[in-house]
Each structure stands twice: as C-alpha cells, then as structure tokens.
C-alpha cells in the first residue's frame, strides 16, 4: 500500500535553533518528492521538489534530502524564524503519468519566541 | 495577483442541504484539482480535470459533482449533505497532468455540517 509517514507529529524549537522533519514513504513506482508548507487557515505552498536522482535541495533556510535507496526524506529548517511555525507536508508523487500524490499527514512546527 | 481562489472561504449548512464551492484559476495552467483536508489534516485526492477532461476520479460518493466550464475553473457541488462532509476542501492547478508538475493550492474553502 503507498503510504507516507512523517515525524514528528509535532515539534516545538526556540527561535533561531534548528530542526529536522522526517519523511519515510513506501510509494512505488516513485517520481518525485515534495516538501509542502502549510500556514494556518492557508493552502499548502511548494517548498521543495526532487526527482530520483536528487538527493539534496536548497530553498533559502529549507534544505530537503532525499535517500531513495531507503525511501527516506528529511527537511532541515535553519536558524529557524517565527513565521516557520506551519504543517511541513511531505508528499510522493507516484510514475503511474497522471498527478497521483501521496500525502503524509505532516509535521506541526511551531516556532517559540 | 495570479492565484488560485476559492469561494467562499467559510461554509455552514445543515445535513440534506445542497451547496456549490467554486474555483478559479489565472495562472494559465490546464488542470486543477479538488482535494479533501479532513480534521487530522490529511489531504485526499477527489477529482483531477485537464483541458475540462476529468481524469482523475477517486473513490468519492455521486453526491460530489465537479463541473468544469472552462480550463480556468472548476466548481464542486454537494448534494444531500452529510455531518461527513465537513472538511476544508482545496483546489489546486498544474500545467500539465504529469507527477512532476508542481501544484499551486487555493486558501481553502472549510466547509460545517451540522
């Protein structure tokens, strides 16, 4: 069965630490690996995107990793701001041709001052 | 501002009520999508369309009837409603079809049963 599964559930960081969300999928035939940001009451933006043969991706303070041999993803988030308080949603997207995705059910973040 | 919008944001009705949700795209992409967000924050797949073709079509109840007019909207509507259906519902839109293409969500239209 295609599944994501993230972790943690939730996490809370002080201001300006780090933190790393995990992504583990069992999605096959796989094409891509997306990382989602979703602020309360707001729909989910683009973060990251990476194909097979990425395994690391930079978006500004976003870093995603991708092992495709153990079908894990990671997101590190540095130096970490306020406004990075979301749901961080890591989402497969299945080689079946059409827009299949499978979502996990994401990472609350919320970023203390 | 090219976006994805929905309207209305905010929805209440009472079950056996009918209600529409509408969607609207000018970001010149070809397919857009209707997704479930249920309360544990799981998003589903309901319905894809591409060029007003509708391709992808999951396991949803024939209560749930998309309607594209055109590549640049696409509505949702409820009949007979059940306390289930209370959910925010996203709609989204790629150019193209293809897993690679990346989608573009609107705010989210959260919709109560009572």
């Known amino acids: 069965k295609n599944q994501v599964e993230q972790s943690p559930q939730s996490l809370i960081i002080l201001e300006g630490k780090n933190c790393t969300l995990q992504?583990?999928?069992?999605?096959?035939?796989?094409?891509?690996l997306r990382w989602y940001k979703q602020d309360t009451g707001r729909g989910p933006v683009s973060l990251t995107i990476?194909?097979?043969?990425?395994n690391t991706k930079s978006n500004g303070r976003y870093t995603a990793t991708l092992d495709a041999d153990t079908k894990q993803s990671s997101l590190h988030i540095t130096a970490s701001q306020l406004s990075d308080s979301a749901s961080y949603i890591c989402v497969v997207s299945s080689n079946t041709g059409f827009q299949k995705l499978v979502f996990g059910t994401g990472t609350r973040l919320l970023v203390s001052p | 501002d090219t976006a994805v919008s929905q309207t209305p944001k905010y929805l209440v009705t009472q079950m056996g009520n009918d209600k529409s949700i509408k969607c609207e795209q000018n970001?010149?992409?070809?397919?857009m999508y209707w997704y479930k967000q249920d309360s544990k924050k799981f998003l589903k797949i309901m319905f894809s369309y591409n060029n007003k073709e509708l391709i992808i079509n999951e396991t949803v109840p024939n209560r749930f009837s998309p309607k594209s007019p055109d590549k640049a909207h696409l509505n949702l509507h409820i009949n007979s409603l059940e306390l289930g259906d209370s959910a925010v519902y996203f709609c989204?839109?790629?150019?193209?079809?293809?897993?690679?293409?990346?989608?573009?969500f609107g705010a989210g239209s959260r919709l109560t049963v009572l």
């Open positions: 989204a839109s790629s150019l193209g079809r293809s897993g690679a293409n990346v989608l573009t």
């Open positions: 992504c583990n999928y069992t999605v096959s035939p796989f094409s891509n």
């Open positions: 990476m194909t097979f043969s990425e």
């Open positions: 970001l010149g992409h070809d397919t």
